[in-house]
């Protein structure tokens, strides 16, 4: 066995979680994100804290998986449960969010409510009979679906269901997992929720003014993943956005509508509203199994993970300063960073607008090329014109030597 399959095995990291440079700096990056943003909800520094570069959902104590290397929700909740008795976790990725449900299957203080595609999908876990053990039981709540599910029977679950766990459960803080893969046109996914469907779930969620972090998670139409954060962002701050998109450096990745909003595709909804009535009757049924919300000691309040009063380095750094080579390079868009897989299909990006960039880049090479070959023999023909003025007579000691020098050049550019 090679070094490096020894080593993937004794972290833990398989094939769905490649190594990649700056892997470290990633996780801190997210982790630290979920964090600070519980952090800022313990001190009452704000009312909603978002990090979409969290939600890593799949990740386990001990082991990486599903593209999630550490599980940053897990994190933010523990540092949340410093102040709060009770913590709500709600995640309307497709995925279920199995390394959350796993970390607090036994405890009665955080309740873990999933939306997830069950069945032959990935985890394959979250199935209706998983409901917690030990102190921990009926506080796993999951519904497990099928493909297609549209705006309006998704809200009719949610809606219903959320209600029952918040008036039961009495939570003091929720963390809501917004992993946009549940949309509509994802291409790991086969839901068909528009962004507007998505947001309502942030929308209802929000209305109860409890503290509330919002947290990233899958999405593999990165043009769509784009939106939805944007909308959301949106409707967290109760701002009304406008559905043209702004042109920038990746306008033509939205292409070939170029707005905010999707539409929902033609795909049949196979959750029928039997099925759906029956899931949720039964999570009822389950929810009214649980006693009255728990009640937690009082004891010393642990240090805070991350002091709030810290400063962004960002913002302490001067601008007339030279930035150092190693923060310069982070700003660098790697080429292929945002550009879609052939899947996507023939609207992935504005064909017209792609060809005729590449066009105008074509043609821009063919006249550096012209140019270049041009200058070349411009300056073949000066060399050949002082060295025969040279050989005439002409002994001028400073023109010489630079003579010399170009026709020297001439000679390795002709190599």
């Known amino acids: 066995m090679s070094e490096y399959n020894k080593q993937m095995q004794r972290f833990n990291v398989g094939e769905d979680c490649p190594v990649f440079d700056g892997l470290y ?5 997210s982790a630290g994100g979920s964090v600070a943003g519980a952090v800022k ?15 890593l959902h799949h990740a386990k104590k001990s082991e990486a998986s599903g593209f999630c290397y550490v599980n940053d929700i897990v994190l933010a909740i523990l540092e949340l449960l410093k102040y709060h008795q009770r913590v709500l976790y709600i995640d309307i990725d497709i995925h279920h969010g199995d390394g959350v449900e796993e970390a607090f299957y036994t405890t009665d203080r955080v309740m873990t409510a999933s939306f997830h595609k069950y069945g032959e999908y990935f985890p394959g876990t979250g199935d209706l009979r998983d409901i917690g053990a ?5 506080y796993a709540v999951n519904f497990p679906l099928r493909d297609g599910i549209d705006d309006e029977a998704y809200e009719g679950i949610f809606k219903p269901l959320i209600s029952k766990v918040i008036e039961m459960f009495q939570p003091s803080a929720i963390v809501l997992q917004c992993g946009a893969d549940s949309l509509s046109g994802d291409r790991l996914g086969c839901f068909n929720l528009t962004l507007k469907g998505h947001g309502k779930c942030v929308e209802f969620v929000k209305k109860f003014n409890l503290p509330l ?3 990233g998670g899958g999405g593999y139409t990165i043009r769509n993943v784009a939106r939805c954060w944007t909308y959301e962002t949106a409707v967290a701050l109760d701002t009304e956005v406008s559905n043209e998109l702004p042109y920038n450096d990746y306008f033509e990745y939205f292409g070939p509508d170029f707005k905010l909003h999707i539409s929902s595709s033609n795909m049949t909804n196979a959750n029928s509203p ?29 240090e805070d993970a991350v002091d709030v009063e810290m400063e962004d380095e960002d913002e302490k750094q001067n601008p007339e300063e030279r930035i150092s080579i190693r923060a310069s390079e982070k700003r660098i868009s790697n080429e292929n960073e945002h550009s879609d897989s052939e899947d996507e299909g023939d609207n992935r990006k504005d064909s017209r607008n792609y060809k005729k960039s590449k066009k105008v880049k074509t043609e821009s090479n063919s006249n550096n090329e012209k140019d270049k070959k041009e200058s070349n023999e411009s300056n073949e023909k000066s060399a050949t014109n002082t060295a025969s003025s040279t050989g005439s007579g002409a002994t001028n000691s400073e023109t010489t030597p630079a003579t010399i020098v170009i026709n020297t050049e001439n000679t390795e550019d002709k190599k």
Request: positive net charge; aromatic residues 8%.
């Open 274 to 302: 039997d099925y759906l009535e029956k899931i949720k009757t039964r999570l009822f049924e389950n929810l009214r199994m649980l006693p009255h919300a728990p009640g937690v000691q009082s004891q010393a309040i642990p």
């Open 134 to 138: 030990g102190k921990g039981k009926y």
């Open 213 to 215: 972090l919002l947290v």
């Open 25 to 29: 700096e990633f996780c801190q990056l």
């Open 41 to 55: 909800l313990n001190k009452q520094a704000t009312d909603i804290a978002i990090n979409w570069g969290g939600g």
